[in-house]
């Protein structure tokens, strides 16, 4: 089945930095990426996602490549803020015709970011 | 749009009772839905899968006949856990998604104390 690897597991930056989380996937078969960001206490919210016929998508100071052929896929976060500061989980999924398929996550990244 | 609603958010019961948490899509039609269990500091583990109207699929290592999972309707999916002890106190998480889409949504989560 699919495993997802995510790296690293906590990334420190100063406010107004970038901040780069890289995860890599098994199955060639997976055609949906998104990303999740994770506050104490609350619910994974999705951030971005992206199909495996893009190789980028970017959403304001929010981005994400593909590299289909590596099977890594990347969350870009530029000018990070304060309230950008909390655990971030990648994840991939195969997606059949008939709405089958579960996401598999990767085991989250903790960012932090000082002001 | 894509909200999500889950009962209750914290519960707190005594040992070898059971438990029923409610998960609801406001504003779509879930096709299907998940059921993620998530410790402290730790990723979502997926405990199960359940399309609207058929048996859920559990995850290796999850007990079906522990972990009740109903989903009768476009809209609702339960979770009941039976007999609970403490080892089942956990985060639990649920998630859908629509019919023909790919993002999945996420629940606010119910808080599972058993003592």
């Known amino acids: 089945g699919e495993n997802v690897e995510q790296h690293p597991s906590t990334l420190s930056v100063q406010e107004g930095d970038s901040a780069v989380i890289k995860c890599t996937y098994s199955?060639?078969?997976?055609?949906?990426f998104p990303w999740y960001k994770q506050e104490l206490g609350k619910r994974p919210q999705l951030i971005i996602d992206?199909?495996?016929?893009?190789g980028e998508k970017k959403d304001q100071r929010i981005a994400v490549t593909l590299n289909k052929t590596a099977k890594h896929f990347s969350l870009h976060i530029t000018e990070t803020q304060p309230e950008d500061s909390a655990v971030y989980f990648c994840?991939?999924?195969?997606?059949?015709?008939?709405?089958?398929?579960?996401?598999?996550f990767g085991q989250g990244t903790t960012l932090q970011v000082k002001p | 749009g894509a909200v999500v609603s889950q009962h209750p958010s914290w519960v707190i019961c005594k040992s070898g009772t059971s438990v029923k948490i409610e998960c609801r899509s406001l504003?779509?039609?879930?096709?299907?839905m998940f059921w993620y269990r998530q410790f402290p500091k730790q990723s979502l583990m997926l405990m199960a899968t359940?399309?609207?109207?058929?048996?859920?699929?559990?995850e290796q290592g999850v007990e079906k006949d522990k972990f009740l999972i109903n989903h009768a309707s476009l809209t609702l999916s339960t979770l009941t856990v039976t007999s609970a002890h403490p080892e089942d106190s956990s985060f639990y998480i649920c998630?859908?998604?629509?019919?023909?889409?790919?993002?999945?949504?996420f629940g606010p989560g119910t808080r599972l104390t058993v003592l």
């Open positions: 994840a991939a999924i195969i997606v059949w015709s008939s709405n089958t398929g579960k996401l598999i």
């Open positions: 992206i199909r495996s016929n893009v």
């Open positions: 359940s399309n609207e109207g058929s048996k859920a699929t559990y």
């Open positions: 199955d060639s078969a997976s055609n949906y």
């Open positions: 504003d779509f039609q879930a096709t299907t």
């Open positions: 998630s859908a998604r629509s019919s023909g889409g790919y993002a999945q949504y």
